[in-house]
């Protein structure tokens, strides 16, 4: 990270490393003056506090990180900027697969709609008593460790 550091940066560090990730506020070479993101309120000391962390896959998408002075915020804080590559990755094309096609068309007719509607009343109402019994089920083998602990 950096040469000198406190205990809050060595955490950082540990964090980092723990959760597989970068400090890239740290990877760029600039100037001291735009790595710095926070001066005392004396304005005499300056040091960089605020840092982006980054998945260390994505570390090479990061293009630049650094602190603007001239924006201008109610704190003793300065922004940090970082500029990021996001990388787009298109679905490969799968020729053989099909897709499922509805026919809707079938359902204009009113017969149609009411046999439709019967067969999603019965697949529900089989959906809802399985639920059940598997509620029922399940409720008897928990009365029965609650027993066997009492």
């Not at 959760?19 to 003056?33: G, Q």
């Not at 602190?67 to 787009?88: F, N, T």
Request: glycine share 4%; net charge positive; hydrophobic share 30%.
């Amino acid at each position: 990270m950096h040469l000198n550091y406190n205990n809050n940066g060595q955490r950082l560090v540990d964090f980092a490393a723990a959760k597989n990730m970068v400090v890239s506020s740290t990877c760029f070479p600039h100037k001291e003056i735009h790595k710095q993101t926070w001066r005392s309120p004396d304005g005499k000391t300056s040091n960089q506090i605020d840092h982006i962390l980054i998945d260390k896959r994505n570390a090479s998408s990061m293009l630049d990180v650094k602190s603007c002075r001239g924006a201008s915020s109610d704190s003793d804080h300065y922004l940090v900027r970082g500029r990021y590559r996001c990388k787009i990755v298109n679905s490969k094309y799968e020729p053989n697969r099909t897709t499922r096609r509805f026919h809707t068309d079938v359902l204009r007719e009113a017969s149609m709609v009411t046999r439709f509607q019967q067969q999603l009343e019965e697949e529900f109402g089989k959906l809802q008593t399985e639920q059940a019994t598997k509620e029922e089920s399940q409720i008897e083998e928990d009365w029965k460790q609650l027993k066997e602990v009492v």
